[in-house]
Structures are given as C-alpha cells and as structure tokens.
C-alpha cells in the first residue's frame, strides 16, 4: 500500500520537491496530496516582474498547470490553507474543516513580505488602503496592473531586487515612480556602497527617482492615497504605494503545531524538521545551521 505524502504549500519549493519524487518513482510509493492557498497549479514567481511589465503573458509563467496534478495521480487541495498539524495523529487540519492523515509530510509554506509598521497604510479591520500593494503573488500583479492603468505616481518602498523589479514594471505603465530605500545605497544587501552608487545612477536614467536613507513613516489620504510621508516630516505626492521591502519565513502553521522555530522552522541535514522524523521542511520557511534561503537555486537543491 502506497505511504501518505502530505505537502504543505504549491509553491515553487513545495512542487519541485513532488516533481523530485516522481522523477524517483513516487506515483508507486505515495499517494499525494498537495495544500495550496492560491487557486492556481504552480508558477515561477521570478517573472512576476515580467508580467506587471507587460513583457511576458501570465499564462507562460506556469510551470505546472492544474490538469497536470491528476494526470500525476496528485490531490491538489487548491484555494485551502493548513491550519495546524497534529504530529501524534499524524493529520493535517485545514481551514475547510477536512483532516488528512499523512504517513510523510513536507511544509513548504515559503514566505510572506515584509511590511513595515507605517501608519496608515494597514487597518485591522479593512486590510490594505486600496491604494497600497505587496509584491509576491499573480493576484498583488494583477491588482497593481489595474491600479496603475487610472493612476499617475508611485512610491515604491524597497531599494533590494524586487523594489527595483516594481518600480521598472510600473514605469511600464505610465506611471512616474519614486523608489525609496531606508540605506544609504541600493541593493545594500547585496552591492558595497560603490556598487550601489553605480546601480543608482543607472536607475535614475530611466527616469525612476530615488530617495535614499528614506524612512517611511505615513501613507496619507483617508479613502485614496495622496502621499507618502517619511522621518523628517518630507512628503512626497503619489496615489499608489507598492511595498518590496523583503521577505520573511511563513512559519506561523510550525509555531501553532509545536514545532522547533527560531528564525524559521529548524531541519537537520536532511531536511528533517528536528526531532520529527516523518516531517521535512524544504524552502524559504527553512533554517539550516542557522541560515535561510531566499534564492532558486539552494531551493531546488533542498527538493533534490
């Protein structure tokens, strides 16, 4: 009889490691069931960029449509989130009411984006201001693609990749944009000062403007954006905000479960989560020997 393999998270973690699995003869050893939050099959995140552009469709962005699951013998639970893991049972309980049982269970709940505590831009109640975005899913592209077709000026806030990424795609639009980073330089995670001057430069040529050592402290306007105010009392207009101001580990099901959690849910060098040897972790929600992986390529060697 084929072992219960539970995957927690479709994203492009989560179905590299099942893809991983049936290259090595899974379909015959399991019998998978998949849990995604996002109605969709699996797409490459990374060309999120293209497609707020406008320099790629959003269907050649998939890499697993939805028919592909059944054709491999995988239960997609689409649009369901897991709530919480009960190890002793060995089941997952999910936000529709169902349990499942597993036998073997991967989380790959990856990460949300960070946002910084800014007054008026988040209320408990309503959510988002309607005019403030993040960055992370097809739905945050489409919505800011709306957004920014009956919209003029922008404020990204967020000097690393993907700021760098949203302020490019919006400019696609139309639409004038001012990226505002809290360093002293771009990409400072990345680049040394010198390197983020260069970048700098380059990014002002195409017309982006950027503000540096630029704290955000207010999102103005009740019912529409009208500015962005930052320490020091400076405002500058827009009717958009776009957050890209990183990542953080999604690691809230681990912590409600009991599992081991510092920055993000401790595995061994197996990927086993510590002290569970049927549960594996594998992606961005993963801390191995202290370290997190924000990058494709340490992900895909985590599905390997």
């Known amino acids: 009889m084929a072992e219960r393999l539970v995957v927690i998270g479709n994203g492009m973690a989560g179905a590299r490691t099942v893809e991983e699995i049936l290259e090595r003869g899974g379909p015959g050893r399991f019998a998978i069931t998949m849990f995604g939050e996002e109605p969709y099959g699996n797409y490459n995140r990374i060309l999120l960029s293209n497609v707020l552009s406008g320099g790629e469709d959003e269907a050649s962005i998939f890499l697993n449509s939805l028919p592909w699951y059944a054709d491999n013998g995988i239960e997609l639970r689409a649009s369901v989130r897991a709530d919480r893991i009960d190890r002793f049972a060995k089941v997952v309980h999910a936000d529709d009411g169902s349990v499942t049982p597993y036998d073997k269970l991967v989380i790959a709940t990856g990460s949300r984006p960070f946002v910084p505590p800014i007054d008026g831009m988040y209320n408990a109640r309503r959510g988002f201001h309607q005019g403030v975005f993040t960055f992370r899913t097809i739905d945050d592209t489409r919505r800011m693609v709306r957004y920014a077709r009956d919209h003029e000026r922008a404020v990204v806030i967020g000097g690393g990749l993907l700021g760098l990424e949203a302020a490019r795609g919006l400019q696609g639009h139309g639409v004038h944009v001012t990226l505002v980073h809290a360093a002293s330089h771009l990409m400072n995670a990345q680049l040394d000062p010198q390197g983020g001057a260069v970048l700098k430069r380059s990014v002002e040529r195409l017309g ?97």
Do not use: N
């Open 208 to 304: 982006i403007a950027v503000e540096l050592d630029a704290r955000t402290e207010a999102i103005l306007g009740k019912d529409e954006v009208t500015g962005a105010r930052f320490a020091g009392g400076r405002i500058i207009p827009c009717d958009m905000v776009v957050v890209a101001a990183g990542i953080r580990p999604r690691t809230e099901l681990a912590q409600v479960s009991g599992l081991p959690v510092e920055r993000a849910i401790v595995v061994d060098d197996q990927l086993r989560v510590l002290d569970e040897p049927d549960i594996y972790a594998v992606g961005e929600c993963v801390q191995h020997r202290g370290q997190t992986y924000g990058l494709v390529a340490p992900l895909w060697e985590q599905a390997k």
